[in-house]
T-cell receptor, first 113, second 114 residues
Framework: ETGVTQTPRHLVMGMTNKKSLKCEQH?????MYWYKQSAKKPLELMFVYNFKEQTENNSVPSRFSPECPNSSHLFLHLHTLQPEDSALYLC????????????FGPGTRLTVT | AQSVTQPDIHITVSEGASLELRCNYS??????LFWYVQSPGQGLQLLLKYFSGDTLVQGIKGFEAEFKRSQSSFNLRKPSVHWSDAAEYFCAVGAYDSSYKLIFGSGTRLLVRP
C-alpha cells in the first residue's frame, strides 16, 4: 500500500448506529487530518493531530469522536449521526517540517438514513 | 484572518484551448500556496506548490502556476486542456494558529467541451 488509504470507501448507516472510519498513511508523516466535504459547501477541517496529539477541533459535534493511536493511523468514530452528516469524509497527512503539503486519501462516502 | 477566494465556480473550455483558474489569498506573511485537483468521488491530488524562490512553479499533468505577491494571486494555467482535465480544482494557503493547516478556496469546477 502506498500513500493514504481509507476504509470503508462507502458507508450507509442509520441514525442509531455506531461505526468507525479508518485512515492509514504510509508516507512516514507526523500530522493527520479529518475533513468533511458536503455538496455545495467548502472543504471543512474537522480535526488535526500532530504526533498523535489532537491540536485542533473545529467545533465538531461530539457525535464525531476521533482517535489517533499512532502517527500512521487515524480513526473517526461515529454515533447517533444526523442526515446532514452525510458527506465525503477525507483524511490527509503531512510532514510538520518543510512545506507542509497534505496528501489525501480517496475518502469515505457516508450516507446517514 | 487567512482566506482563499476562487471567484469562478464553473469554467468551461474547449479541448485544446488554454486554461487559467484564478485564486486570490489573504495572508499576512509569505504564504505557502497549493493547487489540488479532485475527480468525482475521489480525494484531492496535489498538482503543485509554492514555498519560495521562482514565482512560476511547474506541477504535474502540464500545469503551472504563478505567484504574484503584489496581486495576492496564485493563478493556475495550462496551455492546452485535455478532456481528462475535467475535475474540480482547489487553491489553498498554508496557515498556522493553534496548528498548521491548509485554508481552501471553495473550488472551481472545470468542464471540457469536446
Amino acid at each position: 500500500e502506498t500513500g493514504v488509504t481509507q476504509t470503508p470507501r462507502h458507508l450507509v448507516m442509520g441514525m442509531t448506529n455506531k461505526k468507525s472510519l479508518k485512515c492509514e498513511q504510509h508516507l512516514g508523516h507526523n500530522a493527520m487530518y479529518w475533513y468533511k466535504q458536503s455538496a455545495k459547501k467548502p472543504l471543512e477541517l474537522m480535526f488535526v493531530y500532530n504526533f498523535k496529539e489532537q491540536t485542533e477541533n473545529n467545533s465538531v459535534p461530539s457525535r464525531f469522536s476521533p482517535e489517533c493511536p499512532n502517527s500512521s493511523h487515524l480513526f473517526l468514530h461515529l454515533h447517533t449521526l444526523q442526515p446532514e452528516d452525510s458527506a465525503l469524509y477525507l483524511c490527509a497527512s503531512s510532514q510538520l517540517t518543510g512545506g507542509h503539503e497534505q496528501y489525501f486519501g480517496p475518502g469515505t462516502r457516508l450516507t446517514v438514513t | 484572518a487567512q482566506s482563499v477566494t476562487q471567484p469562478d465556480i464553473h469554467i468551461t473550455v474547449s479541448e485544446g484551448a488554454s486554461l487559467e483558474l484564478r485564486c486570490n489569498y489573504s495572508y499576512g506573511a509569505t504564504p505557502y500556496l497549493f493547487w489540488y485537483v479532485q475527480s468525482p468521488g475521489q480525494g484531492l491530488q496535489l498538482l503543485l506548490k509554492y514555498f519560495s524562490g521562482d514565482t512560476l512553479v511547474q506541477g504535474i499533468k502540464g500545469f503551472e502556476a504563478e505567484f504574484k505577491r503584489s496581486q495576492s494571486s496564485f493563478n493556475l494555467r495550462k496551455p492546452s486542456v485535455h478532456w481528462s482535465d475535467a475535475a474540480e480544482y482547489f487553491c489553498a494557503v498554508g496557515a498556522y494558529d493553534s496548528s498548521y493547516k491548509l485554508i481552501f478556496g471553495s473550488g472551481t469546477r472545470l468542464l471540457v467541451r469536446p
